[in-house]
């Protein structure tokens, strides 16, 4: 099953900040937080993980409470082509052969 | 550098038919994992095959196969076919060596069972 619990649908406007919250209350001191997107009917798409700090890359941010049990993937400026189901998911980094398990993720509809 | 490529896009198949889906990985990887998403549902994982060997398998039938060859890539084989077979079925690719946290999807195959 999945480990990690998020909002269904969330939706927000072009140009603005989209936070996606995300609930990992039984997470393990070895596994990272990753989020995945998936735009419609394309395969899922890397975007972000960290374990206990902050992370910021091209795409988004990452912000990681202090006691692991939480985490926010912000996008910065939100624009029509983020519009996708946003998953998060923990998993062991130094394990590659670790499989992902999906839950069923948060559905982003970013408005014009 | 191609990334990771699935044939084919789509398939039509008829219950109790057999069913061989492809996968190409991204060039240097050489883990690929399958995984099944029905229609308004996250990816389940089926198995992840490395060194041309099953290594880790989630929670599907016998009725589920693959296989890896020589040059990484890998087939998926699914016999008897019911209609709950029917979804999008993802391809993603990892090299093993780097524990690259980076598993990279391929464009899925839909598969239609009627």
């Known amino acids: 099953d999945a480990k990690t619990t998020q909002p269904p649908s969330m939706d927000c406007a072009e140009g603005r900040a989209a936070n996606l919250p995300c609930n990992h209350s039984?997470?393990?001191?070895?596994?990272?937080v990753y989020w995945y997107r998936q735009i419609h009917s394309q395969g899922p798409q890397y975007i972000i993980h960290g374990l206990k700090n902050n992370e910021t890359n091209e795409m988004a941010s990452l912000i990681i409470t202090e006691d692991r049990k939480s985490s926010t993937l912000i996008l910065p400026h939100a624009t029509l082509r983020d519009t996708a189901v946003y998953y998060c998911?923990?998993?062991?980094?130094?394990?590659?052969?670790?499989?992902?398990?999906f839950g069923s993720g948060t559905r982003l509809s970013i408005r014009p | 550098d191609a990334g990771v490529t699935q044939s084919p896009t789509h398939l039509i198949k008829t219950r109790g038919q057999q069913v061989t889906l492809r996968c190409s990985p991204k060039s240097g990887h050489d883990t690929v994992s399958w995984y099944q998403q029905a229609l308004g549902q996250g990816p389940q994982f089926i198995f992840q095959y490395y060194e041309e060997e099953e290594r880790q398998r989630g929670n599907f039938p016998d009725r589920f196969s693959g296989h890896q060859f020589p040059n990484y890539s890998s087939e998926l084989n699914v016999n008897a076919l019911l209609l709950g077979d029917s979804a999008l079925y993802l391809c993603?690719?990892?090299?093993?060596?780097?524990?690259?946290?980076?598993?990279?999807f391929g464009p899925g195959t839909r598969l239609t069972v009627t």
């Open positions: 993603a690719s990892t090299y093993i060596a780097r524990s690259s946290y980076e598993q990279y």
């Open positions: 039984t997470i393990s001191g070895n596994e990272y």
């Open positions: 998911i923990v998993r062991v980094l130094y394990s590659s052969a670790s499989k992902i398990i």
